[in-house]
C-alpha cells in the first residue's frame, strides 16, 4: 500500500513539474520571488543584532535557526500538500465527483496531486543554511540533532491534520476555504522565539493554533533548551490532532454532495 502511493505521488509531482517547467519565466521570477522575501526578512534579522546582542534572550544565530526551522516546515507543508489551494475549485467545479471514483484515496490524491517544484528547490538550500547556522551555535549533537528531525516529523503530521481539516470544512461547506488562510498567517508567529508573545498568545498558539509546537519546539530541542518530556507531549498531541482531524474529514465526506446530486 504504501509503495502504491509512493509511486503515485512521484508520478504527481512529475506532472506538477512539467506544468511548472512549460513557463520558464513565471518558474524563474517566482523562485526570484521567494529567495528575496527570505533575504528581506534575513536581513531584518541583521538589522534587530546590528542595535541589540540579543532578542528574548537568544543570540543572532539562535534566532535565525528559529527563523530558517520556520522556513523548512513551512516549505515541507506547501510540498507535500499543496492540493489543498485548489480543492475548492474541484469541489464547486464537480471534479471531486471525479476524484472519490478514483481506486485512490480522495483525501490522498486532493492533497498531494499538486507538488510545486519551486518549493523543494528552495527547500535544499535552506536547509544547507540550517546546517551551518547550527554548527555555528555549536549544539550539533547526535541527540539534539535526531530530537529536532523527529519532532519536525511530529509537526508535520500537525500541519497534516490542519489541512484535512481544512478540506472537511470546505467539503462541508465550499466558503470555509479561508480556515487554511487562518493557518497560512498564523505561521507567521513562528518566525521567532516564542518567548517574545505573551504568556496568553503563547498558550494559544501551542495548543488551539498549534504553531510553537510545529515550529518552536523543534528548534528549542537542537538549541538543547528543551525539557525531554515536551517530545512525549509532541508526539501524543501531534497522534491525536491527526486523529481527530480524519474523524472530522469522514464526517465531512457525510456531508457532501455531489455536482450531480
Avoid at 51 to 64: D, F, P, Q, R
Avoid at 122 to 140: K, S, T
Avoid at 185 to 202: A, C, D, Q, V, Y
Avoid at 253 to 259: D, E, Q
Wanted: hydrophobic letters at 55%.
Amino acid at each position: 500500500m504504501i509503495k502504491k502511493y509512493l509511486k503515485l505521488w512521484k508520478l504527481l509531482a512529475i506532472l506538477s513539474a512539467g506544468s511548472i517547467l512549460s513557463n520558464r519565466i513565471d518558474f524563474v521570477s517566482y523562485l526570484f520571488g521567494k529567495f528575496i522575501r527570505f533575504g528581506f526578512f534575513f536581513a531584518f534579522i541583521l538589522a534587530i543584532f546590528a542595535h541589540s546582542n540579543s532578542l528574548a534572550g537568544y543570540g543572532k544565530y539562535e534566532v535565525i535557526f528559529f527563523f530558517l526551522t520556520f522556513n523548512i516546515v513551512d516549505t515541507l507543508g506547501q510540498l507535500f500538500f499543496r492540493g489543498i489551494y485548489d480543492f475548492r475549485n474541484e469541489v464547486r467545479l464537480g471534479n471531486f465527483d471525479y476524484t472519490i471514483s478514483k481506486p485512490v484515496n480522495a483525501l490522498f490524491f486532493s492533497l498531494s496531486r499538486a507538488v510545486d517544484l519551486i518549493d523543494f528547490i528552495f527547500l535544499i538550500p535552506i536547509v544547507l543554511i540550517a546546517i551551518y547556522v547550527g554548527f555555528q551555535i555549536g549544539h550539533a549533537t547526535i541527540y539534539n540533532i535526531f530530537a529536532y528531525i523527529i519532532l519536525l516529523f511530529f509537526g508535520l503530521f500537525v500541519i497534516l491534520g490542519i489541512h484535512i481539516i481544512s478540506a472537511a470544512l470546505i467539503v462541508w461547506k465550499t466558503e470555509a476555504e479561508n480556515a487554511i488562510w487562518l493557518y497560512r498567517e498564523s505561521m507567521t508567529i513562528g518566525r521567532f522565539p516564542p518567548e517574545i508573545f505573551s504568556p496568553k498568545i503563547k498558550f494559544l498558539f501551542t495548543y488551539f493554533m498549534p504553531i510553537i509546537i510545529i515550529i518552536s519546539i523543534p528548534a528549542k530541542a537542537f538549541l538543547n533548551m528543551l525539557n525531554p518530556v515536551w517530545i512525549l507531549i509532541s508526539f501524543l498531541y501531534a497522534s491525536l490532532f491527526l486523529g481527530f482531524s480524519v474523524l472530522i474529514w469522514r464526517r465531512g465526506l457525510r456531508h457532501y454532495s455531489s455536482a450531480s446530486s
